[in-house]
């Protein structure tokens, strides 16, 4: 690992600790001397599944996005749970947000979601192995989604629309355009 322009800690100061993420002010040396302060959110890492059922639709969720003041399509995603391996997350996720099940996840990617100011790592997996589950699990209290199945060219639709507006969820509809799918 590269740190080429490397910025050297002085001083931490923890601002706020919650539940989905962590802020901090650093103050750091650069590499030309001089010093400066960086924001900066800490988060445990995420994950985000791409679920093709047998009839070639592709799940997302609709939901509505507080920091945005609007509703977004995405694809099912969700936190990593302290200690939890992301696959697990994975499929708790798919399970949770659409009622669907898996038992065949492939790891596609991971990228940094906003390497500016956050250290979110966010995986993607895939699979076209997925099953209406007999009794769904539901979501989070205080999550509520409609479940979509679309087709990739609708989900293209919904991207010039601006519908769908997210980068995991643009990336998972290009992953599969180069596909072929």
């Not at 659409?98 to 895939?126: K, R």
């Amino acid at each position: 690992m590269t740190k080429k322009f490397e910025e050297k800690t002085i001083h931490s100061t923890p601002i706020y600790e919650g539940k989905v993420v962590d802020l901090r002010v650093d103050e750091v040396s650069l590499p030309n001397g001089k010093t400066t302060k960086r924001e900066l959110i800490k988060h445990p890492g995420a994950v985000a599944v791409i679920a093709i059922t047998k009839e070639n639709k592709i799940l997302f969720v609709e939901q509505y996005r507080k920091p945005l003041e609007k509703s977004l399509v995405e694809i099912p995603a969700g936190k990593v749970e302290h200690g939890e391996a992301p696959e697990v997350t994975a499929k708790r996720e798919l399970e949770e947000e659409t009622g669907y099940t898996t038992g065949e996840l492939s790891f596609v990617t991971s990228f940094y979601t906003s390497p500016g100011f956050a250290d979110e790592l966010m995986h993607i997996y895939i699979t076209d192995e997925v099953e209406k589950m007999e009794e769904p699990i539901g979501s989070d209290e205080d999550e509520f989604v409609d479940v979509l199945e679309l087709t990739l060219d609708e989900a293209k639709e919904l991207v010039e629309q601006e519908r769908i507006h997210d980068a995991k969820t643009t990336y998972a509809i290009l992953y599969l355009h180069a596909l072929g799918r």
